[in-house]
């Protein structure tokens, strides 16, 4: 996992560094640029020297601070800013955003405050943190976590301020910098501090005494003096002036360091400010794409209804939601544009419309839509089927840039060069802030969504074409939608006495194990609080301190698995923490999500989110069910058909990922030991462990061999292969090693995939769907090694996916062919779940098997288990 490191930027401070740190400088239409061409060199050699995976620039709000309560003249001498920099911050702002990057102010608070706070928080959760400023009074902020950076000599040439160079420095603690301070005040900020106290006197006076306050204490013991009496005449001015040059780092933010991800700029965005600014020299050093699709005038209708001589055989649509949740979430408008004509009506209008209706069932009718299957689930609960979808504009986004987040159409449009769209959260607010505008505000909007979609569609299935990506998109993605779009409409049936029964049992069982571990704890306490139980198992029991944390003791599960032979407490505590995960996250969890007039749970597939091209579920998430525990697996007893003498009928793949592990790397033992139906695990325990019999293989030999198998497709180290077996690291790298003799081909595969990573920049599956990997040729170790693991596995998981969704694709037709009444209901990683009636139960033994088999051809088998019964657990 890539460490975490957040880059907290002081705006303003860095604004002005910039601003007097070059000439003045215009471009063609006269708009200084200096401030900003400085800002803009910084980010660039900063970005690239630190690679950041999150980052936020802050802003002071305004003049007025809370720290004028306290002293009225606070920044009081301070000149007014220049007009030739003042004009410069909104292109500074406009560039920001450009790069992605958060940007963030407070009214009552500066920039130093809101940073302080944000370090603070990325600090205790062991995030790295890099302050950078032009101004010393953040040098407060370092600690063994926090290092800030202060630009000096312009803004590009810095200094590096930890604890161990302030002290080297100035021998005081980043703490005392607050005291120093107080003591010489600060001109910048108009500080007073105490009168005739410079630097040289207030470090000597800290390094004898340590603070303003243990000064004032020893007052009367220091000799006399005038600067005796400057601290006798001026205490409260030096106590006030401490607290004036105080960063405060509790500030009530209403961000979260979440939102604060950064994975790099918009590149046509970040062009674009370029262009507007004249920065040549930027835009010939860079390597962006500056392809622009062409900006639509947008000119609409609003119409009552939608009539017959506006429907066209090929138009692009867009249905307005209320939000993502479009299963009960509400629609607003729908818009719909030939390129030329573009048409708004409400949904009311929509909903009665005959012609309308008609229109979007005719499969025959080209529709391009933002996203296909949201708009059939909302238009399926109109009554409306939709039918002819041609261009899915998040489907082809997702191919193209998998790494794109967010399906909010602006986000998707601006990554490919159309700006003429707004985002939702501009045009609705965001969170308790939402509200739907004028009906006019309204219908502009979704209007310039469905233009964008119409101009988008001819560039992005170009750009589809010239990847060799487009069967991908059109031949799996597309029709997969409208599946997914059907099984989520259908839902799965759930028995919620049954779920009510198992949290009694669950909260049964939690109370009997509650019980033991306070009766081997000698006392009772808060189970859940890790401080408090850090205390029961390292202060009262004794037990062996593995790992601290800032707070206290870890009692994360890795330091507990460990304790397990050292007191049966531990036992106790790892199983009751399981338990009541189970009861609150998965059967409370999932009750919450069953629909009270159909008794069903209709999770959303999410199809263009993962990197790999597997398809995630939520509301409620299914994937997460834990099944290796019994009490995980019995919660899918709730899972029930939906019609009396009905059944479940489950099928999944067999090994699917070391399959295609065999299909790609060829390597002869291991496709043999396929072709052959060996178990995979005992051929591959034979081959490492140099036994010349499968009887001879135990099963620790068996499970070992297992976990280097799945440890290969996931990229897995040494490391991580010994924490997994409990094993030396020594002892898993002998493991890893005989694999890879005994499995040549494998070991070549890696290489190859590797070495072909670095000269494209990416890898492909099995049916071309692509994964970038900047990182690949990282001079930053971690960086690198993250991304050739990525390498490694990424082909093997994501055409297992690929092979999947073609098995969907596949089943869905031949059971329509088939007349059948079965219905495919969900799928879960390499497995697919029916419900069909007990007498078609012998057909789908007979065709499951055999679509899903012959998905995607590979130089070994596909094998594909499955069984049948009352309820999702008995199916399995």
Same mark, same amino acid.
């Given at each position: 996992?890539?460490?975490?490191?957040?880059?907290?930027?002081?705006?303003?401070?860095?604004?002005?560094?910039?601003?007097?740190?070059?000439?003045?400088?215009?471009?063609?239409?006269?708009?200084?640029t200096?401030?900003?061409?400085?800002?803009?060199?910084m980010?660039q050699?900063?970005?690239?020297?630190?690679?950041p995976t999150?980052?936020?620039?802050?802003?002071?709000a305004g003049?007025?601070?809370?720290?004028?309560?306290?002293f009225?003249?606070?920044k009081?001498?301070?000149?007014k800013?220049?007009?030739e920099l003042?004009?410069?911050?909104?292109?500074?702002?406009?560039l920001?955003?450009?790069?992605?990057?958060?940007?963030?102010e407070?009214?009552m608070?500066?920039?130093?405050?809101?940073?302080g706070?944000?370090?603070?928080?990325?600090?205790?959760?062991?995030?790295?943190?890099?302050?950078?400023?032009?101004?010393k009074?953040l040098?407060?902020?370092?600690?063994?976590?926090?290092?800030?950076?202060?630009?000096r000599?312009?803004?590009?040439?810095?200094e590096?301020?930890?604890?161990?160079?302030?002290?080297?420095?100035?021998?005081?603690?980043?703490?005392?910098?607050?005291?120093?301070?107080?003591?010489?005040g600060?001109?910048?900020?108009?500080?007073?501090g105490?009168?005739?106290?410079?630097?040289?006197t207030?470090?000597?006076?800290?390094?004898?005494?340590?603070?303003?306050?243990?000064?004032?204490?020893?007052?009367?013991?220091?000799?006399?003096?005038?600067?005796?009496?400057?601290?006798?005449?001026?205490?409260?001015?030096a106590?006030?002036?401490?607290?004036?040059a105080?960063?405060?780092?509790?500030?009530p933010?209403?961000?979260?360091?979440?939102?604060l991800?950064?994975?790099?700029?918009?590149e046509?965005?970040?062009?674009?400010?370029?262009q507007e600014l004249?920065?040549?020299?930027?835009?010939?050093?860079?390597?962006?794409e500056?392809?622009?699709?062409?900006q639509?005038?947008?000119?609409y209708?609003?119409?009552?209804?939608?009539?017959?001589?506006?429907?066209?055989?090929?138009m692009a649509?867009?249905?307005?939601?209320?939000?993502e949740?479009?299963?009960s979430?509400?629609?607003?408008?729908?818009?719909?544009?030939?390129g030329?004509?573009?048409?708004?009506s409400?949904?009311?209008?929509?909903?009665?419309?005959?012609?309308?209706?008609?229109?979007?069932?005719?499969?025959?009718?080209?529709?391009?839509?933002a996203?296909?299957?949201?708009?059939?689930?909302?238009?399926?609960?109109?009554?409306?089927?939709?039918?002819?979808? $041609?261009?899915? =504009?998040? +489907? &082809?986004?997702?191919?193209l %840039?998998?790494?794109?987040? #967010?399906?909010? @159409?602006?986000?998707?449009?601006?990554?490919?060069?159309?700006t003429?769209?707004?985002?939702?959260?501009?045009v609705y607010?965001?969170?308790?802030?939402?509200?739907?505008?004028?009906?006019?505000?309204?219908?502009?909007?979704?209007?310039?969504?469905?233009?964008?979609v119409?101009?988008?569609?001819?560039?992005?299935?170009?750009?589809?074409?010239?990847?060799?990506?487009?069967?991908?998109?059109? $031949?799996?993605? =597309?029709? +997969? &939608?409208?599946?997914?779009? %059907?099984?989520?409409?259908? #839902?799965i049936? @759930?028995?919620?006495?049954?779920?009510?029964?198992?949290?009694?049992?669950?909260?049964?069982?939690?109370e009997i194990?509650?019980?033991?571990?306070?009766?081997?704890?000698?006392?009772?306490?808060?189970?859940?609080?890790?401080?408090?139980l850090?205390?029961?198992?390292?202060?009262?029991?004794?037990?062996?301190v593995i790992k601290?944390?800032?707070?206290g003791?870890s009692?994360?599960?890795?330091?507990?698995?460990? =304790?397990?032979s050292?007191?049966?407490?531990? %036992?106790?505590?790892?199983?009751?923490?399981?338990?009541?995960?189970l009861?609150?996250t998965?059967i409370?969890?999932?009750?919450?999500?069953?629909?009270e007039?159909?008794?069903?749970?209709h999770?959303r597939?999410?199809?263009?989110?993962?990197?790999?091209?597997?398809?995630s579920?939520?509301n409620?998430?299914?994937?997460?069910i834990?099944?290796r525990?019994?009490?995980?697996r019995?919660?899918?007893?709730?899972?029930?058909?939906s019609?009396?003498?009905?059944? =479940?009928f489950?099928?999944?793949?067999?090994?699917?990922?070391?399959?295609?592990?065999?299909?790609?790397?060829?390597?002869?033992?291991?496709v043999?030991?396929?072709?052959?139906?060996?178990?995979?695990?005992?051929?591959?325990a034979?081959?490492?462990?140099?036994?010349?019999?499968?009887?001879?293989v135990?099963?620790?030999?068996?499970?070992?061999?297992?976990?280097?198998?799945?440890?290969?497709?996931y990229g897995?180290?040494?490391?991580?292969?010994?924490?997994?077996?409990?094993?030396?690291?020594?002892?898993a790298a002998?493991?890893?090693?005989?694999?890879?003799?005994?499995?040549?081909?494998?070991?070549?595969?890696?290489?190859?995939?590797?070495?072909?990573?670095?000269?494209?920049g990416?890898?492909?599956?099995i049916?071309n769907?692509?994964?970038?990997?900047?990182d690949i040729?990282?001079?930053n170790f971690n960086?690198?090694?993250?991304?050739?693991r990525t390498?490694?596995?990424?082909?093997i998981?994501?055409?297992a996916?690929?092979?999947?969704?073609?098995?969907?694709?596949?089943?869905?037709?031949?059971?329509?062919?088939?007349?059948?009444?079965?219905?495919?209901?969900?799928?879960?990683?390499?497995?697919?779940?029916?419900?069909?009636?007990?007498?078609?139960?012998?057909?789908?033994?007979?065709i499951?098997?055999?679509?899903?088999?012959?998905?995607?051809?590979?130089?070994v088998p596909?094998?594909v288990?499955?069984?049948?019964?009352?309820?999702?657990?008995d199916a399995?």
């Open positions: 996992m890539t460490k975490q490191k957040l880059l907290l930027l002081d705006g303003n401070s860095l604004a002005y560094r910039a601003f007097f740190a070059l000439p003045l400088l215009t471009n063609d239409s006269g708009i200084h200096n401030a900003t061409y400085g800002f803009t060199t980010l050699k900063i970005i690239g020297e630190e690679n999150q980052m936020l620039v802050a802003f002071d003049k007025t601070t809370f720290r004028h309560k306290s009225d003249e606070y009081g001498g301070r000149q800013t220049p007009p003042s004009e410069q911050f909104p292109y500074i702002r406009k920001i955003d450009a790069y992605n990057i958060k940007r963030y407070l009214e608070y500066e920039a130093d405050d809101i940073i706070t944000l370090a603070k928080q990325a600090a205790g959760q062991g995030i790295e943190v890099i302050v950078v400023s032009g101004d009074d040098t407060q902020l370092a600690t063994d976590d926090v290092t800030v950076y202060i630009t000599k312009g803004i590009t040439d810095i590096k301020y930890t604890p161990e160079h302030i002290e080297e420095k100035y021998g005081l603690t980043p703490n005392q910098i607050i005291d120093m301070k107080g003591l010489m600060d001109q910048s900020d108009n500080i007073p105490v009168p005739g106290v410079g630097e040289k207030a470090i000597k006076l800290l390094k004898e005494h340590g603070s303003i306050e243990k000064i004032y204490e020893a007052i009367d013991s220091l000799k006399a003096s005038k600067m005796k009496e400057k601290l006798v005449d001026n205490e409260e001015m106590h006030l002036s401490k607290k004036l105080t960063i405060h780092t509790e500030v933010l209403t961000i979260t360091l979440d939102e991800a950064y994975a790099g700029p918009n046509e965005a970040l062009m674009g400010v370029w004249g920065f040549k020299s930027l835009i010939e050093k860079s390597d962006f500056t392809e622009q699709v062409e639509v005038e947008l000119k209708e609003m119409v009552s209804l939608i009539t017959k001589d506006m429907l066209k055989n090929t649509i867009h249905l307005e939601l209320e939000n949740h479009y299963h979430c509400e629609a607003i408008g729908f818009a719909m544009t030939d030329e004509n573009t048409f708004y409400t949904i009311e209008n929509v909903a009665e419309n005959e012609d309308l209706k008609a229109w979007l069932n005719d499969e025959t009718k080209k529709k391009y839509i996203d296909s299957k949201a708009t059939q689930a909302m238009l399926h609960r109109l009554g409306i089927e939709l039918k002819g979808v $041609e261009f899915d =504009l998040l +489907l &082809a986004s997702y191919i %840039k998998p790494s794109i987040s #967010g399906d909010d @159409v602006a986000t998707l449009a601006k990554e490919f060069g159309y003429a769209v707004q985002s939702n959260e501009a607010g965001k969170g308790a802030k939402w509200v739907v505008p004028h009906a006019d505000n309204v219908a502009e909007h979704v209007s310039r969504k469905a233009v964008a119409w101009s988008l569609q001819p560039v992005l299935e170009q750009k589809l074409k010239d990847n060799e990506q487009f069967e991908l998109y059109k $031949e799996l993605e =597309l029709p +997969l &939608a409208h599946i997914l779009g %059907k099984m989520e409409s259908e #839902g049936t @759930v028995n919620v006495d049954t779920l009510h029964q198992m949290g009694d049992d669950l909260k049964a069982k939690l194990i509650e019980a033991s571990i306070y009766e081997l704890a000698g006392e009772k306490f808060n189970i859940n609080s890790p401080k408090q850090g205390v029961i198992l390292f202060d009262k029991l004794g037990l062996p601290k944390t800032k707070t003791y009692t994360a599960a890795d330091v507990l698995e460990k =304790l397990q050292e007191h049966d407490i531990v %036992k106790h505590i790892l199983e009751y923490r399981t338990l009541a995960k009861q609150s998965y409370e969890g999932l009750i919450k999500e069953v629909k007039e159909d008794s069903k749970v999770t597939f999410q199809q263009a989110l993962t990197a790999t091209g597997r398809l579920s939520t409620p998430n299914l994937q997460n834990p099944i525990l019994e009490e995980g019995k919660i899918r007893q709730a899972f029930v058909p019609k009396k003498d009905w059944v =479940l489950a099928a999944d793949y067999s090994q699917i990922e070391l399959r295609v592990l065999a299909h790609m790397c060829q390597d002869e033992v291991l043999d030991a396929f072709k052959q139906g060996m178990d995979i695990h005992t051929r591959t034979m081959d490492v462990f140099g036994v010349s019999n499968a009887d001879e135990t099963s620790l030999m068996r499970r070992t061999a297992k976990a280097v198998n799945f440890g290969i497709v897995i180290s040494d490391y991580g292969l010994s924490q997994s077996l409990d094993i030396t690291r020594k002892k002998i493991f890893i090693e005989n694999y890879l003799q005994s499995f040549p081909g494998v070991k070549y595969y890696m290489d190859s995939i590797i070495a072909e990573a670095k000269k494209t990416f890898v492909t599956t049916l769907r692509r994964r970038y990997l900047p040729t990282s001079s960086l690198r090694s993250f991304a050739e390498a490694m596995n990424t082909p998981q994501g055409s996916a690929d092979i999947i969704k073609k098995a969907m694709i596949d089943m869905n037709t031949r059971l329509e062919q088939e007349g059948l009444k079965a219905k495919l209901l969900l799928q879960v990683h390499d497995e697919l779940i029916f419900e069909a009636p007990k007498e078609e139960i012998e057909i789908l033994e007979r499951v098997p055999e679509v899903m088999e012959n998905a995607i051809e590979l130089i596909l094998k288990d499955f069984s049948y019964g009352p309820t999702w657990y399995k």
